[in-house]
């Protein structure tokens, strides 16, 4: 862990291996996922749904837009630069946020941290990603 940039590629890492982890876990059951105030069950299909209106349909299709238009920009920039810097960037950027946010929906809707302390771990995580990301386009991760 020679720079800040690479430490933070390794606390990514690490966080990623921490949500798959924990999103295993919740696959078996072992954690609540209904909301205590007001009895939805909550999966990763409809988190994004019960918090901003839309419907799952919407939401998958949003985010499929978002995942394919990304890596598609990631493509053709590879290509105009000659690295592969971009993909990989934009497949390290996929699983981290795509896990982050199935631990979120766990943890946000059993209750199990305050939100205002899930803001600060997230705010906080997205700092360590952007230094990862920075390092990666720099080199020096």
Do not use: K
């Not at 920009?73 to 934009?90: E, F, K, N, Q, R």
């Amino acid at each position: 862990m020679a720079t800040f940039y690479q430490t933070c590629i390794y606390l990514c890492f690490g966080l990623i291996a921490f949500n798959l982890l924990f999103n295993f876990v919740d696959v078996f059951g072992a954690f609540t996922t209904t909301n205590p105030d007001v009895g939805i069950a909550v999966d990763e299909g409809n988190v994004l749904s019960e918090l901003t209106g839309l419907t799952d349909a919407s939401m998958n299709g949003l985010w499929l837009i978002a995942v394919g238009g990304t890596g598609i920009a990631a493509i053709g920039l590879a290509w105009i630069t000659h690295s592969i810097t971009p993909v990989g960037i934009h497949l390290f950027s996929t699983v981290f946020w795509t896990a982050y946010m199935r631990t979120i929906t766990v943890v946000n809707y059993g209750g199990y941290i305050p939100g205002e302390l899930i803001v600060v771990f997230t705010v906080i995580t997205l700092l360590l990603f952007v230094a990862a990301v920075i390092g990666m386009l720099t080199g020096s991760g």
